[in-house]
């Protein structure tokens, strides 16, 4: 009788892509047809095997009370528009992408704080992507980002927008990563 064929290792993590995140603001702009954001979006493979078939997914929303119940039906893949597409990225390689988000006029919450109309504009994205050989997988990385002025010196925290200063050009844009993320 033969022997009874090997259990197939279980997939180590290590082998295989990770894609992580990072979004800088280009630029920032309220006009009446709403506020526009232009970002450049840098994927990087922190792992050992190549990524492939990568969609980037994207969704704007204002910062509020009803952000978490926007962005869960996103990151469950139900909402959110396709923005991009990389055939593939090696190990230790990065990948920039560029575009801009629109939040529609009548989408805009302003925020009242005394006299001033706020707006902090929220940007997620979602890349889904896969890995072939041996071990093939799907993953998913998943960031959302806080979109405001830098200020001078830059600290932790941004400004919001001000909307009650009619339609502009934001001199000093910035974005930081918040708590909201996946990885798997």
């Known amino acids: 009788m033969p022997a009874p064929p090997e259990p197939k290792p279980a997939p180590d993590d290590a082998d295989r892509p990770w894609i992580d995140l990072a979004m800088d603001v280009q630029a920032a702009r309220l006009t009446l047809l709403g506020a526009t954001i232009a970002y450049r979006l840098t994927l990087h493979n922190r792992g050992s095997r190549t990524a492939e078939d990568i969609l980037v997914r994207s969704l704007i929303a204002n910062a509020d009370a009803q952000q978490q119940a926007l962005f869960q039906p ?6 959110g528009l396709p923005v991009h597409s990389v055939v593939s990225i090696a190990p230790g390689e990065t990948q920039k992408l560029s575009g801009e988000m629109r939040l529609d006029a009548q989408a805009i919450a302003a925020i009242p704080m005394g006299q ?38 830059p600290v932790e925290r941004l400004s919001p927008f001000r909307l009650d200063l009619g339609p502009r050009q934001y001199r000093t844009p910035g974005s930081r990563a918040t708590a909201l993320n996946l990885s798997s």
């Open 74 to 79: 996103f990151f469950a893949g139900e909402t």
């Open 116 to 153: 001033r109309a706020l707006l902090i504009p929220l940007i997620a994205f979602d890349a889904r992507y896969s890995w072939t050989g041996d071990r093939e997988g799907t993953g998913r990385s998943g960031s959302v980002f806080i979109v405001g002025e830098e200020q001078s010196p």
